[in-house]
């Protein structure tokens, strides 16, 4: 199957900062990628849908300047928290669909922030 | 808008035993895919299992078989020979047709505790 990267796996930063995370396509090109936030015990919510080349698209209710996201390449999406708080202490997992099978999403592993 | 619904938050069997987990939907398209995707304590998500609307027989990847029921809009899970590392949170997933949004619509989820 697909394999879909992250990283970082796990980040702690202090309140404030701006955190960065990366998501990448290893053995296909992915001109569309999405990010999602996950709770304890709940579902995914997705955040965003990044396309490569332009604007994300950003669900209702996801504050665009409080998590950039772009698009840098055709394997290469990132994701930063800006002035991150406690309150964006979460999971934050991406996917992409390869270009063999579209309708497939396959995701990263995931990365684990934690706001002090 | 398409909706997911997973009703049992939490089941449990037998190692060895059958379990099936229960999924409808609602959309008022006729051509779409669904998924379960497995989300052990790791939290990868991992692809279990997808099906085309289009197509009558039902999926089936190894000890995983689907019931897909178009008419009734129900998509279960039957994983037989149950195994320890079957343990994990199960999620349904729908995607609209080829050409609309590439979207996943999520189930809650569903733990799944495997006693030996």
């Known amino acids: 199957g697909a394999v879909v990267s992250q990283h970082p796996s796990w980040v702690i930063c202090k309140s404030g900062t701006s955190v960065k995370i990366e998501c990448r396509s290893l053995d296909f090109q992915a001109t569309t990628m999405f990010w999602y936030r996950q709770f304890p015990k709940q579902s995914l919510m997705l955040m965003a849908t990044s396309n490569e080349g332009s604007k994300a698209t950003y669900e209702q209710g996801v504050e665009k300047d409080k998590f950039l996201i772009n698009h840098a390449s055709l394997t290469l999406s990132t994701l930063t928290v800006t002035s991150a708080h406690p309150e964006d202490s979460s999971f934050y997992i991406c996917?992409?669909?390869?270009?063999?099978?579209?309708?497939?999403?396959?995701f990263g592993p995931g990365t684990r922030l934690l706001v002090l | 808008a398409q909706t997911v619904t997973q009703s049992q938050p939490e089941m449990s069997v037998q190692e060895a035993e059958t379990v099936t987990l229960s999924c409808t939907y609602d959309t008022s398209e006729s051509d779409y895919y669904l998924f379960w995707y497995k989300q052990p304590p790791s939290r990868q998500m991992i692809l279990v299992i997808r099906?085309?609307?289009?197509?009558?027989q039902n999926a089936t990847e190894n000890r995983f078989s689907v019931n897909f029921q178009k008419a009734a809009k129900s998509f279960s899970l039957k994983i037989s020979d149950s195994q320890l590392g079957d343990a994990a949170m199960y999620f349904c997933a729908y995607r609209p047709p080829q050409g609309g949004s590439e979207k996943l619509v999520f189930g809650k989820g569903m733990k799944l505790t495997v006693n030996p």
């Open positions: 099906q085309e609307a289009y197509k009558q």
């Open positions: 996917s992409a669909p390869p270009g063999v099978n579209p309708e497939t999403q396959y």
